[in-house]
């Protein structure tokens, strides 16, 4: 079974900073997704990033980009210019490329990031 | 655009009593999943179902039933409430997109407290 894991619980940066949340995992299959998922105090989860497996380029959206080490299995997420609202819960997630039916994800135990004014 | 729907958003129970959480989606997805969140565990996977008429257990699926009543609708039932059930529960939908990624839209969530 995969496994995902999220070594920082908590992280803080300044405002206007970067910083970069960890993630690694264990698999044995060569195809697959990673995500991003952020989650404000609202509660609702939202999609940041993705990243196919098959893709040897980091994703990237806005001020929000992957580094993604197959070989290591690491795909941290960097948050450029950090923004009060950048404040949230931050959950990796894996997602087998195997799957025939449904897209089941296995998530981190999740880093919750302050943004210091 | 309401997209996942789910009721109700707080509920406390005590143990033994049941209760069903309900939800509902509107963008014609396949798919969709009953995750719980809890401190430190990130959020896992109770039940899904891939299609209508279809469910499957997931990683943690003892002391809970689903049902698929449509397309839309997805219900979780707790038939003896536990406090080991305390818990977020998120609701979600996903379909086949081109990428092959198929991305989850989750709801809102339900905290549920058992006494």
């Known amino acids: 079974a995969q496994t995902v894991t999220q070594s920082q619980p908590e992280m803080s940066v300044q405002e206007a900073e970067t910083v970069t949340l960890s993630c690694t995992y264990d698999?044995?299959?060569?195809?697959?997704?990673l995500f991003w998922y952020k989650q404000p105090p609202s509660r609702q989860m939202i999609l940041v990033i993705r990243?196919?497996?098959?893709?040897?380029q980091n994703a990237t959206e806005n001020r929000f980009s992957v580094n993604f080490q197959k070989a290591a299995k690491s795909f941290s997420l960097k948050i450029s210019d950090s923004q009060l609202g950048d404040a949230a819960m931050y959950f990796c997630?894996?997602?087998?490329?195997?799957?025939?039916?449904?897209?089941?994800?296995?998530f981190g135990e999740g880093t919750q990031l302050t943004v210091n004014p | 655009n309401a997209g996942v729907t789910q009721t109700p958003k707080f509920q406390v129970l005590k143990t033994g009593q049941s209760m069903t959480l309900q939800c509902a989606q509107d963008?014609?997805?396949?798919?969709m999943y009953w995750y719980r969140q809890d401190p430190g565990m990130g959020l896992r996977l109770i039940y899904y179902?891939?299609?209508?008429?279809?469910?499957d257990k997931g990683e943690v699926p003892n002391g809970y039933n689903v049902s698929r009543l449509n397309k839309r609708e997805f219900s979780l039932r707790l038939e003896s409430a536990a406090p080991s059930q305390t818990s977020v529960y998120f609701c979600?939908?996903?379909?086949?997109?081109?990428?092959?990624?198929?991305?989850?839209?989750f709801g809102a969530g339900s905290r549920l407290t058992v006494l």
């Open positions: 179902s891939a299609s209508e008429g279809t469910t």
């Open positions: 997630a894996y997602r087998s490329e195997g799957e025939t039916s449904g897209s089941r994800l296995t």
């Open positions: 963008m014609n997805h396949n798919s």
């Open positions: 698999t044995s299959e060569s195809d697959y997704y």
């Open positions: 979600a939908s996903s379909d086949d997109d081109s990428s092959g990624a198929n991305v989850l839209t």
């Open positions: 990243q196919e497996a098959y893709k040897q």
